[in-house]
Each structure stands twice: as structure tokens, then as C-alpha cells.
């Protein structure tokens, strides 16, 4: 079974700094540090009202990403202006996901079934630049098979509703697990690659990280948080054996 990637995203680096509208902490220092732990490369969410990561901080990410020859994933929304943004920048990926100004955090997967008038063709105008393109959605075979449709290389599973199950208790759990799992090899076998993301800690991560058909893990909330305990390098190195150690597991059984 080939090694699971982790994509750390920064975002939350920059919520930090916007507190105090400073300069410090620096989220492409973040970046930096998080490559050198054993991220296999960075996620940024630029969004409509720039609450954390800003144009600037694109720019940047994009600048040392290429120079650093590791993956940028631009997280965007299905708009114009992000397209632009998108198309200027030509990050390595981009993976679309839904964005509501109220929220406050991203709280489920795109509806790509109901967004294809709009969303097959910005695919096809990323891609056809070179950009990976993904799509953030839910563990849904409809889902699954619209992204397919629309043109995507790859789709992420949002395991946000597992994760907080599995936090809460719930019974609950389980069937959310089966359902990731069924998405995963649904996925694969239409030829998508797979990745998945969204409320994962070191108490979700390894049976998320065992689903051989995971090729990526996006990580970010958790691992900043983390990083005020034990620090961001020491965050990502334990995430990383976690992985590593359910991926052996999972490769050997």
C-alpha cells in the first residue's frame, strides 16, 4: 500500500494574526515549518470575506511552494473571482468546496449534483491550466458520481460528521466509518484519486488513515491547535506516525 500524503493546512496560522492585525504569527513561516516536519505539502482556504489566509498570503504560499518544488492546494470556492485568482496563481491543486458567509467553519460537502451548470465548467477551464482539481464533498454515491461527471481528478471526502461522532460517542460512528469507506472504493474504482478531510484528530485519524484507498489526508485546525501544546513541527511528526502506523496495519492485514 503506497504512503498516505498530509496536506496540513495554515489557515488557522493566519486567524491567529488577524486577531491583533499584525504581521506575526506568519503563515508561510508555518508553511516552512510544517514542510520540514513531513507535510507533503500546504492547503489554503482564500475565502469571499478573508477571514484568515489573504491575498498576500497566496502569493506568498505560491512563491515558496514552487521553490520548495511541494504542492500547493488552493481551496476556493465555485466563483469568478476565485477563478481568477486560481488561474493567476496556478497552484498545484485546487479543490473546490463549499463557502457560506456565516459559517464558521466549512459544515459540509459541495453539492455537486445541483452546482454542475456551474461547476463542470469552471473544472474544465482549471484543469485545461494545468490545476488539479477536487471537489469537497460529502460520503454521497450521487455525489461521487456527479464529481466524476463534472470533470474532476480527484474528490475529497468531508469526514468532519465521523470525526465529531466518534467524539461525541455516538452509535452513530460506525455506520459514518462504513459509508466513508464505501465512498472511498466507489471513487477509486470511477478512477478518481481520493483524499479526505475535515475534523481530524490523533483520535480519528487512524481509522480515516486505513481506508487503502485514501491516497491524502488535509489536516489543519486540530494540528495549529496542537501546536500551542507541543509545537507545530512535533504536531505534524505525531500525526504523521499515526498515520504511517495505521496505514502498516492496514497494508499487513
Known amino acids: 500500500m ?18 491583533r492585525g499584525d504581521a506575526y504569527p506568519d503563515p508561510v513561516r508555518a508553511a516552512e515549518v ?11 482556504h482564500l475565502r469571499e ?5 489573504s491575498d498576500a498570503d497566496i502569493d506568498a504560499l505560491a512563491a515558496i511552494t514552487r521553490t520548495k518544488r511541494r504542492p500547493l492546494n488552493l481551496e476556493m470556492a465555485v466563483t469568478t473571482e476565485m477563478e ?16 457560506r458567509r456565516e459559517e464558521v467553519t466549512t459544515e459540509g460537502g459541495l453539492d ?3 452546482g454542475q451548470a456551474a461547476i463542470a465548467p469552471l473544472v474544465g477551464r482549471l484543469a485545461a491550466a494545468g490545476i488539479r482539481v477536487s471537489c469537497f464533498i460529502d460520503a454521497d454515491p450521487v455525489q461521487v458520481v456527479a464529481s466524476k461527471s463534472a470533470g ?8 468532519g460528521a465521523y470525526c465529531e461522532a466518534v467524539r461525541a460517542g455516538s452509535a452513530d460512528a460506525a455506520r459514518l466509518l462504513e459509508g466513508l469507506k464505501a465512498a472511498a472504493a466507489q471513487a477509486a474504482a470511477l ?12 483520535g480519528t485519524v487512524k481509522p480515516i488513515a486505513a481506508i487503502p484507498e485514501l491516497m491524502e489526508l488535509n489536516i489543519g485546525h486540530f494540528l495549529i491547535g496542537e501546536a500551542i501544546f507541543i509545537g507545530l513541527g512535533p504536531a505534524i511528526q505525531r500525526m504523521r506516525q499515526l498515520m504511517d502506523e495505521a496505514r502498516g496495519k492496514a497494508g499487513g492485514a
Open 112 to 114: 455537486v449534483v445541483r
Open 84 to 99: 481568477v485568482i486560481a488561474l493567476a496563481h496556478l497552484p498545484h491543486a485546487a479543490c473546490l468546496v463549499p463557502e
Open 2 to 19: 503506497s504512503k498516505l500524503r498530509l496536506g496540513v493546512n495554515i489557515d488557522h496560522v493566519a486567524t491567529v494574526r488577524n486577531a
Open 152 to 159: 474532476a481528478q480527484v474528490v475529497e471526502l468531508h469526514t
Open 191 to 202: 478512477g478518481l484519486e481520493v483524499h479526505a478531510g475535515h475534523g481530524i484528530d490523533y
Open 34 to 44: 510544517a514542510l520540514a516536519a513531513g507535510a507533503d505539502g500546504i492547503t489554503a
Open 49 to 53: 470575506d478573508r477571514r484568515h489566509i
